[in-house]
């Protein structure tokens, strides 16, 4: 289960084995036993004996901003790991297996892409369609040029990789800004602050992916800090933002089904200079439906796994490909 404190003034406390919530009158108790993380999404408290317990229990305690980026975390302070797999990473940047790992990443990225307009297929007018599978036609294209870059050292060919991955990603998210109803149509992808309810939205979406997979790198024992495709610039979590593009898709597909759906009001947003935030309403929203998602079972692999537990699958999968091929 994961907590999220959502709501203006919430309090959390210890009894015992348990954490108390308390919001106004109202007070609730959850079990440490069955908690994996708490986002706290608003102005809360919560106190030092509630940090023990979460910290005695392996339970991930982020904080967000109001974009849904998260700005702090509470861990506990062992890697859990050995050096080595760090030791390993640092050398992906000067050797091929670096470079084919970014390429698989990305490529996998506009696979996922490619299936949400795939399924976007469904019950459109012919117009639609030949929108979509023009769209398919072209992504495509551009993965297979990402596929034959030569698996030199990343510095050499990272440049190309990003020019093959923006064409495609520019066509992908111009494609879904024309098939959402109308009165949320956008041309393209703006960040922070989104210029847009629907960017507003899927930001704030990847703000929650994002802090998932950077608890499952952690775990896993990479270092957040040491990416491929990004490059290093103080306090940026590089390999999280390699790997969260794996992943991408799947939030895609949660805000798109949100807006398709009518679910969305202008009223869950908040006006802010230069763009949008989304407000505590908004929040609940999304927060409810990217939880669906990343508990639901769907095909990976040949397995049939939670979405959560993909992405610690696959962070674990790298760790042990870096260890044994570049410890070797």
């Not at 109202?26 to 979460?54: G, H, M, N, P």
């Not at 050797?95 to 019950?123: C, D, M, S, V, Y």
């Not at 933002?241 to 798109?256: G, L, N, P, T």
């Not at 939670?306 to 696959?314: A, G, K, M, R």
């Amino acid at each position: 289960m994961k907590l999220i404190i959502n709501t203006h003034g919430a309090y959390i406390s210890r009894v015992n084995e348990r954490f108390l919530i308390k919001i106004g009158d109202k007070k609730q108790e959850y079990s440490s036993k069955k908690v994996e993380q708490i986002l706290l999404t608003t102005s809360a408290l919560i106190t030092t004996d509630a940090l023990k317990l979460a910290v005695e229990n392996n339970i991930d305690v982020v904080f967000l901003e109001h974009n849904g980026q998260p700005f702090a975390r509470v861990w506990h302070s062992k890697l859990g790991s050995i050096s080595t797999i760090r030791r390993c990473q640092l050398r992906l940047t000067d050797i091929p297996l670096g470079t084919q790992l970014a390429k698989e990443w990305i490529t996998e990225k506009l696979n996922n892409q490619i299936q949400h307009l795939e399924k976007l297929k469904l019950n459109r007018s012919d117009e639609k369609v030949e929108l979509i599978q023009k769209s398919i036609n072209t992504i495509t294209k551009e993965k297979d040029s990402i596929l034959d870059v030569k698996e030199s050292p990343i510095n050499k060919v990272r440049n190309s990789i990003e020019g093959y991955e923006g064409s495609a990603g520019r066509v992908y998210f111009s494609t879904l800004g024309k098939l959402v109803p109308t009165q949320y149509a956008f041309e393209g992808r703006s960040k922070n602050p989104a210029k847009d309810m629907f960017n507003c939205m899927l930001n704030y979406a990847y703000g929650i992916l994002y802090s998932n997979v950077e608890n499952a790198c952690i775990i896993s024992g990479l270092d957040p800090y040491v990416g491929i495709m990004h490059t290093d610039n103080y306090n940026k979590t590089a390999m999280v933002f390699d790997i969260i593009e794996i992943y991408r898709a799947y939030m895609d597909e949660i805000v798109f089904k949100l807006f398709s759906k009518r679910q969305v009001k202008k009223d869950m947003f908040q006006e802010i200079e230069g763009g949008l935030w989304l407000n505590k309403e908004g929040k609940q929203l999304l927060i409810s439906a990217v939880n669906d998602k990343f508990s639901q079972r769907i095909k990976y692999r040949g397995r049939n796994i939670e979405l959560n537990n993909i992405v610690q699958y696959d962070c674990h999968n790298i760790a042990n490909r870096i260890l044994q091929e570049v410890g070797a």
